[in-house]
């Protein structure tokens, strides 16, 4: 998901350096939309499909492997069977942040775009302590959910951040709930993933390159 940061913060920087807020708010609009629903297409399969790929093809080659490391244990095999039933818990569980670790992955890149390290620093030590509060209630304290307790914290702490950005970045104009819910145009999409492409084919952006794109979003969406 490295094109999110790379064509976020450089479609933003482009925008805000040049002068022209609007292309800026534009651009951090249809970045923290598509990288949310990216992020809920994403969850959808992992929830879905986490449960039958571990019973199918995890668990049976786990414990033909255990058994034959421990001259066919029963014991083994079924703890190892449970280890894979308790890792199914946690994804499907943590599965449900990443439309907000992605929405929180596009809001910090829009805050570096407009020269603002410090807000997401701020925002992920806030989550950092949400992550730990959270392991203290649902892990060690009386609810005591195990796994499952740290799937949840983690689940917070990623919500608690992507909302603390995204109030940055309304104060800052950049986003607001009716930018936010306009659809994004074909073009403004293109763009978007158009990032991607390039992040997939040079590891290391260069300038140049990466302009014209950033530059493309304009300050109103097309048709």
């Not at 790379?6 to 609009?29: E, I, M």
């Not at 049976?60 to 894979?84: D, F, H, K, M, Y």
Request: charged share 10%; glycine share 8%.
């Amino acid at each position: 998901m490295v094109f999110i940061s790379v064509g976020t913060t450089n479609a933003v920087s482009t925008a805000w350096g040049g002068g022209d807020k609007q292309a800026a708010k534009r651009a951090t609009s249809v970045s923290v939309t598509l990288s949310f629903f990216i992020g809920c297409a994403i969850a959808l399969l992992l929830y879905c499909f986490t449960g039958p790929l571990i019973a199918s093809v995890a668990i049976p080659a786990a414990t033909a492997s255990t058994l034959a490391r421990t001259g066919g244990s029963s014991v083994a095999a079924a703890a190892t069977a449970q280890l894979w039933a308790s890792c199914e818990v946690y994804v499907r569980i943590r599965a449900l942040s990443f439309p907000f670790a992605l929405t929180l992955m596009s809001a910090q890149a829009a805050c570096l775009g407009v020269k603002d390290s410090r807000s997401p620093t701020l925002a992920t030590l806030a989550a950092s302590a949400v992550n730990v509060a959270g392991d203290a209630l649902l892990v060690l304290g009386p609810l005591s959910l195990g796994i499952a307790g740290a799937a949840w914290a983690t689940v917070g702490c990623q919500v608690a951040a992507a909302g603390l950005l995204l109030r940055t970045l309304r104060r800052k104009g950049l986003v607001d709930w009716a930018a936010l819910r306009a659809q994004p145009s074909v073009q403004e999409v293109r763009r978007f993933f158009a990032f991607g492409a390039f992040s997939n084919n040079a590891h290391v952006p260069h300038t140049r390159n990466c302009i014209q794109p950033a530059a493309s979003f304009n300050s109103q969406p097309e048709a």
